[in-house]
């Protein structure tokens, strides 16, 4: 698994693509992607065809690459995780229709530290998260990447589950199922 990873990562690297741009040419959802390259899922053959049909190759031509290293590995993650912290971190504000004044008010920091949190020019601390996660009710798990929606943390069983269920939902499914529970409020006011 490891080494498909690598590889993976490598035919990235040669089309000089980020993971959105990667996993659009292979007709992947981009969190889908994200799991392969971080260790958290297996690649099944369907995809391997997927992404050796997107350069026009065949799985073995695809895959016939040279891995890149481990310091390149820790290198690109680097770089990956911490675009997707300032994605998280802009979604946040742009869910909440804050500025970057707004933004640390709430959370309890320095307007200018979040200025630079959200341009992308800091990295965010440890502490600095979690004061986040608490002032915006978001969960670490989303600011660090491991859950893809700014849910709250869940605190029953069955907001894990339902959450869960939910982290696995594509944006589309994810918007039919909102629409299902409107519509089901809807008539239940009625």
Same mark, same amino acid.
Request: aromatic share 6%.
């Given at each position: 698994?490891?080494?498909?990873?690598?590889?993976?990562?490598?035919?990235?690297?040669?089309?000089?693509?980020?993971?959105? #741009? @990667? /996993? %659009?040419? *292979? &007709?992947?959802?981009?969190? +889908?992607?994200?799991?392969? =390259?971080? $260790?958290?899922?297996?690649? !099944?053959?369907?995809?391997?065809?997927?992404?050796?049909?997107?350069?026009?190759?065949?799985?073995?031509?695809?895959?016939?690459?040279?891995?890149?290293?481990?310091?390149?590995?820790?290198?690109?993650?680097?770089?990956?995780?911490?675009?997707?912290?300032?994605?998280?971190?802009?979604?946040?504000?742009?869910?909440?229709?804050?500025?970057?004044? #707004? @933004? /640390? %008010?709430? *959370? &309890?920091?320095?307007?200018? +530290?979040?200025?630079?949190? =959200?341009? $992308?020019?800091?990295?965010? !601390?440890?502490?600095?998260?979690?004061?986040?996660?608490?002032?915006?009710?978001?969960?670490?798990?989303?600011?660090?990447?491991?859950?893809?929606?700014?849910?709250?943390?869940?605190?029953?069983?069955?907001?894990?589950?339902?959450?869960?269920?939910?982290?696995?939902?594509?944006?589309?499914?994810?918007?039919?199922?909102?629409?299902?529970?409107? #519509?089901?409020?809807?008539?239940?006011?009625?």
């Amino acid at each position: 698994m490891r080494e498909i990873r690598r590889k993976l990562m490598a035919v990235m690297k040669k089309h000089h693509m980020d993971i959105k #741009e @990667f /996993a %659009e040419k *292979c &007709g992947m959802e981009e969190g +889908r992607m994200e799991r392969l =390259l971080h $260790g958290r899922g297996r690649l !099944t053959m369907l995809e391997a065809g997927q992404i050796a049909e997107a350069f026009g190759q065949t799985v073995e031509e695809a895959f016939d690459i040279e891995p890149i290293s481990m310091e390149e590995i820790r290198e690109f993650e680097n770089t990956e995780f911490h675009q997707m912290v300032t994605e998280h971190l802009n979604t946040i504000a742009r869910i909440h229709n804050v500025g970057a004044a #707004e @933004f /640390a %008010e709430q *959370c &309890g920091l320095k307007g200018r +530290r979040i200025k630079t949190l =959200l341009a $992308g020019t800091a990295k965010m !601390t440890v502490v600095e998260a979690v004061k986040i996660a608490d002032g915006f009710n978001v969960s670490l798990d989303y600011l660090l990447g491991y859950y893809p929606y700014p849910l709250p943390t869940p605190k029953t069983e069955e907001q894990i589950r339902a959450f869960e269920i939910i982290g696995r939902m594509s944006l589309d499914e994810l918007a039919e199922y909102a629409d299902k529970i409107k #519509e089901a409020e809807q008539k239940e006011q009625s």
